[in-house]
């Protein structure tokens, strides 16, 4: 059987070169999602995290929960409670308390000069 004939419509040569018109857009596909992995973050202090918490945790300049969950592979409320007792020994300050965030420093020697003042 022949080949028909294109009524009315004109081949790629004949109009000359590639359509213009954009036609059909490729379909974009999903993206695999990325995989996390799970943290095993202790629950509870063994006495050799606690002791490098307490004895680290001061010489750092920024102390957030977030930081000591990373550093120490602890949980959050393992992290906060941690930073109050620093804060309680007067060994860390507070810098700013927000309802999301509170974020601590090291205590210079100024800042404990205050508080040995006031004690007594």
Known sequence: MPAKATKG???????????????KAKKK??????????????VLFDKATYDKCVKDLPQYKLITPAVVCERFKVRGSLARSIIGELVKKGQI????KHSKQE??????????????????
């Open 9 to 23: 419509k004109k081949t790629e040569k004949e109009t000359g070169g590639s359509t213009t018109s954009g036609g």
């Open 29 to 42: 596909k999903w993206s695999k999602g990325k995989v996390r992995d799970k943290l095993n973050n202790m």
């Open 93 to 96: 300050r507070q810098v700013v």
């Open 103 to 120: 974020i601590y420093t090291r205590a210079t020697k100024d800042d404990a000069a205050p508080e040995a003042d006031a004690a007594k």
